[in-house]
């Protein structure tokens, strides 16, 4: 069956080890022929952010890339112990219960595991009080599992890349299984 998942990335930089996590997921959603878009916040208007511009045209591309979702990624490095400001900016912008009936995969990186909860304790409330009630666990990396190699790019510790497939893998299963439901006629959902 086929569904959309949309891949919100909160990092300000685009070519950071996030980005290697990010596109381990990808490749694995895209391998059972699932639908996969992008919102790289780094990339919309910082003006249409700062200035919080729901009527912005990049900001209603982007919104509408979430709302088409049936699953939704929310990727960040871990700033001062929470998800990046950058991050926030675009969630800013998302309509009041714009996540609701989604379900959500939580992707972290952390220079360490000091932070750990940041997906829990600062992430999770923000997504409930967007309508978010299938939040999976998620996947929280940190640095050293995400090696830069000398040609220029990422090689993925095995016990994270496990934990991406299992992450993933969970997602899809979800995600089914909502849309399936969603496609029932009405009482027997
Ligand atoms: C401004 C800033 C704040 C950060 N705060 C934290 C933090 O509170 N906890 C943590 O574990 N890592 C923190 N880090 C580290 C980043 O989460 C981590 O190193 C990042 O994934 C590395 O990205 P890179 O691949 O571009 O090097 C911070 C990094 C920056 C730039």
Known sequence: MMFKVTIINGNPSLTSRLSAIIGLTEEILKKENIEVHHVNVAELPPEDLIHTKFESEAIVKANALVAQADAVIIASPVYKASYTGVLK??????????LAGKVILPLFIGGSLAHLLSIDYSLKPVLAALGARHILG???AVDNQVARTEAGGFDIAEDLRIRLEDNAAELIKETRLRVENNQLPKGLA
């Open 138 to 140: 998620g996947v929280y």
């Open 89 to 98: 900016t675009f969630i800013d912008l998302i309509p009041q219960k714009g």
